[in-house]
């Protein structure tokens, strides 16, 4: 009797499929009955071997070097399970790249917990140091982004600030990530503050002690700014390339997601917040932020990043006195980060550019108010 191979398992199959970009491979690897069932997002839920087609197809088209690593792979009987890492380059030149704080050795735990405003979930990592100083709550900006914030090196900066003695509560803010959808969606910094201060409580009955601070990057430093205005117990907040109000950047923004000049990008605005009702008039952190101080803020901004341009962070540094304010230095054209980024630039990369004075600035500023200072609400 002859010896056959075993057969190939449907985990290798699929990697086989999906770095090769073979689409009638990967496609062949669904039933017919197959549902993607999504429930935080119920609108990008998909069903049957032609849904896979349809969503992949895309998924390949946004994504030309895509590739799929098989982190751990089991099998048991005719269940298989499998943990991922995808990553590639979009083709508006950010990177795509799924990642855990395992991949940067920081052990973490997947939670859930409510806002006080919705009836939803919100996911976050918690990421413990042990003792902490304080909670920091990593907050990741508009657009794709998410929890991991794959275009800050935000999974590098909480590994960071923990080995700095900070746990981190790393969250992906309603309609983002894996937490659930509002009826109202996005509305850049306004309502998505009570997702910071569930966050708070779900720490406070968790981990109760704990004080707390925020770091966040482009709408998620706005987020962190309405937050701090309306809860004292958010006692130190850090932004980098954090806009006043989200109406006079959001043409920068949609342009360099799409590639349409801004001329052509300002009427489809004007379109979509008066006829379609897309909220750019609630997120106006400027409005709110004098009700910050005497707690601090320091305000990070690249002299370089094209979205939202310097002049915000001086605007914003003159409506929080006390405030302090790092512009880093745009690196030159040619640099190989400013050539990765595209018509991105410099927005969000300050960590990158300088990552040692970045953790060295940020944890010196928490330490002036966690490890030289008392609660004071």
């Known amino acids: 009797m002859a010896d056959h191979p075993p057969p190939e398992s449907v985990n290798a199959r699929l990697q086989r499929a999906m770095n090769a970009h073979d689409l009638e491979a990967l496609v062949g690897c669904f039933d017919a009955e197959y549902l993607s069932d999504q429930p935080a997002h119920p609108n990008r839920a998909f069903r049957s071997p032609e849904g896979v087609r349809k969503h992949w197809s895309w998924f390949f088209e946004t994504v030309p070097d895509f590739q799929a690593e098989l982190v751990r792979t089991a099998i048991r009987g005719d269940t ?16 795509f790249d799924v990642q855990t704080p395992r991949d940067y050795g920081t052990p973490f735990e997947t939670v859930e917990f409510r806002p006080p405003d919705q009836p939803i979930k919100l996911r976050a990592w918690w990421m413990p140091a042990a003792p902490a100083k304080a909670a920091i709550i990593l907050v990741h ?135 379609h009702g897309v909220p750019l008039s609630r997120g106006r952190a400027i409005d709110v932020v004098g009700a910050i101080p005497p707690r601090p803020v320091l305000l990070i901004q690249n002299a370089g990043d094209p979205i939202v341009p310097v002049e915000h962070c001086r605007r914003l540094a003159a409506a929080i006195p006390g405030s302090e304010v790092w512009i880093t230095a745009a690196p030159p054209a040619e640099h190989p980060l400013r050539v990765s980024q595209g018509r991105w630039g410099m927005h969000t990369q300050s960590y990158k550019l300088y990552p040692e004075e970045y953790v060295e600035r940020v944890t010196r500023f928490f330490d002036q108010r966690f490890t030289s200072t008392t609660c004071v609400h």
């Open 141 to 275: 900006g508009g657009g794709d982004d998410n929890r991991s914030l794959p275009y800050a090196d935000g999974l590098k900066l909480a590994h960071d600030l923990v080995g700095h003695g900070y746990a981190v509560f790393s969250v992906d803010l309603r309609n983002y990530g894996e937490s659930d959808a509002t009826p109202e969606g996005v509305t850049f910094g306004d309502a998505e503050a009570d997702d910071i201060i569930g966050a708070m409580n779900y720490l406070g009955s968790h981990h109760p002690g704990l004080r707390y601070g925020g770091l966040g990057f482009s709408m998620g430093g706005e987020v962190l700014l309405y937050a701090a205005a309306r809860d004292a117990r958010l006692e130190a907040v850090v932004t980098t390339d954090t806009f006043t109000d989200v109406r006079s950047v959001a043409a920068n923004f949609v342009s360099a997601q799409t590639g349409l000049p801004v001329f052509v990008v300002v009427p489809l605005l004007w379109s979509a917040e008066h006829l």
């Open 80 to 95: 298989e399970w499998a943990e991922w890492r995808w990553h590639g380059t979009q083709r508006d030149g950010r990177p």
